[in-house]
């Protein structure tokens, strides 16, 4: 068995827990492969080169970092492990002080997990460009920008009209996220949805909005002050948007998928990373 191990190197813990998990896999017969860039993540293209041939992957960091190699991973149809080196860690399937847990990876006793994605195609003047999302598209008012007057349509029919700092599209797995802090609601992640969540709205209806898996939004977006607004993807990309651009974002059919070697649900994590952890 060939194991990738991607640690993020932004975090010295990170580096430690590696050789740690990288010496206990070794010991019991798997090959090693570790994929690293100096004090950080590699890129997708770099990721997707090296888990070519790898049969399973195992991601050391934070939520971000987990998301980040999950995505690469997926298109190669690879499972990931994500072992908590941030502070989170809700995408995690095991903690720094469980590594004892690692056999089970190796003698495929553990639960995989499969999450949707978001297919993001953004339509400009120069040409279009479609990326994923695992957790969240953001399209929001620049730095220097006021507010922003964001259209979401499905089809014919406007969905949402919002001036505000902008809107979220999140999914299930995302709901614990950006959305949650905006005062989106938290979905189970078996729940096939999206969430259309207003940021600092200006009106009083600032709720929500659970959509059906199978709709397709389009966006648009005029800050009031002429400058650009932008869309961001998971906290990776981030893209200008002019105010003739119109992004269109859908449920994916592609999906990723993700290891739990413990026996702890949705709804267990939830409590102990969001309710009861100080």
């Known amino acids: 068995m060939l194991i990738a191990v991607v640690p993020n190197q932004a975090k010295t813990e990170n580096v430690e827990l590696a050789r740690e998990v990288c010496q206990r896999l070794s010991r019991r017969g798997a090959n090693v492969r570790v994929v690293c860039a100096e004090k950080s993540l590699p890129t997708a293209a770099q990721l997707a080169e090296a888990l070519n041939g790898c049969d399973t992957v195992v991601a050391i960091g934070g939520d971000g970092t987990i998301m980040h190699v999950a995505k690469a991973a997926g298109s190669l149809g690879l499972s990931v492990l994500g072992i908590n080196g941030g502070h989170v860690g809700f995408l995690a399937g095991m903690e720094p002080d469980e590594l004892d847990k690692l056999d089970q990876l190796l003698s495929d006793e553990y639960a995989v997990e499969s999450r949707n994605l978001l297919q993001v195609t953004v339509h400009t003047a120069t040409g279009d460009q479609t990326l994923l999302a695992m957790n969240e598209v953001v399209i929001a008012r620049g730095s220097l920008s006021r507010l922003v007057d964001v259209t979401v349509h499905s089809g014919e029919f406007e969905v949402l009209t919002c001036?505000?700092?902008?809107?979220?599209?999140?999914?299930?797995?995302?709901?614990?996220?950006?959305?949650?802090?905006?005062?989106?609601?938290?979905?189970?992640?078996?729940?096939?949805?999206?969430?259309?969540?207003?940021?600092c709205p200006h009106s009083l209806d600032s709720r929500s909005r659970v959509l059906p898996h199978d709709i397709v939004l389009t966006l648009q977006a005029v800050t009031a002050d002429g400058n650009p607004a932008f869309i961001t993807i998971d906290g990776e990309q981030n893209i200008p948007l002019a105010p003739t651009d119109t992004v269109e974002v859908c449920i994916s059919e592609k999906a990723v998928h993700l290891i739990n070697l413990t026996d702890t649900d949705f709804y267990e994590k939830l409590r102990y990373k969001l309710l009861d952890r100080r």
């Open 163 to 199: 001036r505000g700092d902008g809107v979220i599209v999140a999914t299930p797995t995302g709901s614990t996220a950006y959305s949650l802090s905006a005062g989106g609601p938290v979905v189970d992640p078996d729940v096939w949805c999206l969430l259309l969540t207003p940021v």
